[in-house]
């Protein structure tokens, strides 16, 4: 049972943040075999728990929860970078061409590989991710997560209308497919399944409503798709379903709101739709690296905060710009300085982490089991290197306060930051 002794970031229940400068984490298997933190906090009030135990001494570096990704596209993996005039003509452009690749499972699982590789290296520990309409892009993308014994939740994209050969699915066929799909993977060891309507306009009503259908079959497997991004996805949307109030409604209408119902973006809303995002219980995958990339418009934080639905952090890989929780947080931040947030967000470093941590675990209803090094979480967490490179070393060496160090950390670091992701796993602890 190995005792960490370093530097030590964790939240409390209600999101403060709690920081050890000499802190101590303990982690322990649990009947199944999956490390648990069993202790954490100052070095001082818990070494003699543990008198005896061997120690791995971290000097200098902070241990921190793993991140969280609420959403990402596996299959998106080679459009990173890829501009476009907006999101309709980038789908068109890129993001099929690409996704049609996913029909020959070799790409699949070599993508696999590198996009779960990517995802840790970058201290992502828990993922919410898109695969492609092709059922085997599931299966590696599972299989390899399974592999590096990750928590990853994932699900097959529904899309059986408006969209290119090679990408488009078949009503009936794709939700036999959703059905198998959950069956062989849902609740596997740290697996989850995610029923995926890619949006509303690419979707027949009979796919949503089949995909409704299984939601309540399936009241424990999430729901992920994306909303009110763009404009003109909005106008077109709007079009196609003219009974719905909203875009959102449309989803609501198919029984596709509720708890464990994650939607991408939600920028194009009013009020009704937020409150309709609470009393439902899905919360939003807020991507500000994608929403600047591809020009879609801003998150409005102060309202979501005032209307009470739940949101995290997301990369949204391939329409966002980088795999890096940091580079995320950074966006974050740029979106709601440009909003000119009141003061009634909080826009401090500590707050932004806990939203790509902690709290984007709490909108996943994954609380208490990843994001957090609180007792009884799975011990998934990141090493960091706060002097990674000169200019972090030479600023973070005169942070006089946590924000300070957080902050300079989030605007200056980047996956260098990240020295190790540790994986709640029996086997790297059997040789360590
Ligand atoms: N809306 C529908 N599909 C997509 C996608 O792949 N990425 C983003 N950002 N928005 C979408
Ligand atoms: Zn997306």
């Given amino acids: ?14 999101g403060t943040a709690l920081y050890d400068e000499d802190g101590l984490l303990a982690v322990g298997p649990d009947a199944q075999g999956r490390q648990r933190v069993l202790a954490a906090g100052a070095w001082q009030a818990l070494a003699p728990r543990y008198a005896g135990q061997p120690v791995v001494p971290l000097p200098g570096r902070i241990l921190a929860p793993g991140f969280v990704d609420m959403h990402i596209h596996f299959p998106q993996t080679d459009v990173i970078a890829s501009p476009a005039d ?13 996704e049609t690749r996913f029909a020959a499972p070799g790409h699949c699982a070599q993508v696999a590989q590198f996009f779960i590789a990517e995802l840790l290296r970058n201290g992502v520990s828990t993922a919410l991710a898109f695969g492609s309409s092709h059922p085997a892009s599931v299966d590696a993308l599972f299989a390899e997560a399974r592999r590096q014994q990750m928590r990853l939740i994932a699900g097959k994209v529904l899309q059986d209308r408006h969209s290119p050969d090679g ?20 609740g596997v060891e740290r ?8 949006f509303a306009p690419t979707s027949t009503p009979e796919q949503l409503r089949g995909a409704g259908e299984l939601a309540a079959l399936h009241p424990d ?8 991004e763009n404009r003109h996805e909005v106008r077109w949307a709007r079009a196609l379903f003219p009974a719905a109030r909203s875009y959102l409604a449309v989803y609501h209408g198919f029984g596709l709101l509720r708890q464990r119902a994650v939607y991408a973006h939600c920028i194009h809303f009013d009020d009704e739709d937020r409150a309709l995002m609470r009393a439902s219980g899905a919360v939003a995958a807020v991507c500000p690296s994608s929403n600047l990339f591809l020009g879609s418009g801003f998150f409005d934080y102060a309202r979501a905060e005032r ?9 949204d890989v391939g329409g966002g710009s980088s795999f890096c929780p940091l580079h995320t947080m950074l966006a974050a931040y740029y979106v709601a300085r440009a909003r000119r947030v009141p003061p ?41 290197n ?12 005169q942070a006089a306060s946590l924000d300070e160090l957080l902050f300079a950390l989030i605007v200056l670091g980047d996956d260098r930051v990240i020295e190790r992701t540790v994986i709640s796993q029996a086997k790297y602890y059997a040789g360590a």
């Avoid at 706060?386 to 060496?397: D, F, I, K, S, Y």
């Fill in 86 to 98: 907006g999101l309709l003509p980038w789908l068109e452009q890129h993001t099929y061409p690409q």
């Fill in 1 to 14: 049972m190995p005792v960490y002794r370093s530097a030590l970031l964790r939240f409390a229940d209600d």
């Fill in 221 to 228: 497997v999430w729901i992920q798709s994306h909303v009110a």
């Fill in 191 to 198: 697996l989850g399944y995610a029923i995926t309507p890619r």
């Fill in 386 to 397: 706060p002097r990674a490179t000169p200019l972090l070393e030479r600023r973070t060496g």
């Fill in 167 to 186: 990408v488009r699915d078949q009503t009936g066929q794709s939700l036999l497919d959703t059905q198998a799909l959950i069956r062989r993977w849902h």
């Fill in 344 to 384: 009634a967000f909080d826009l401090s470093p500590r707050r932004l982490w806990w939203l790509h941590t902690a709290g984007a675990a709490k909108a996943l209803g994954l609380a208490g089991v990843v994001g957090n090094l609180q007792p009884g979480c799975e011990a998934d967490f990141v090493v960091l």
């Fill in 307 to 315: 209307a009470g639905f739940g949101y995290g952090l997301a990369s």
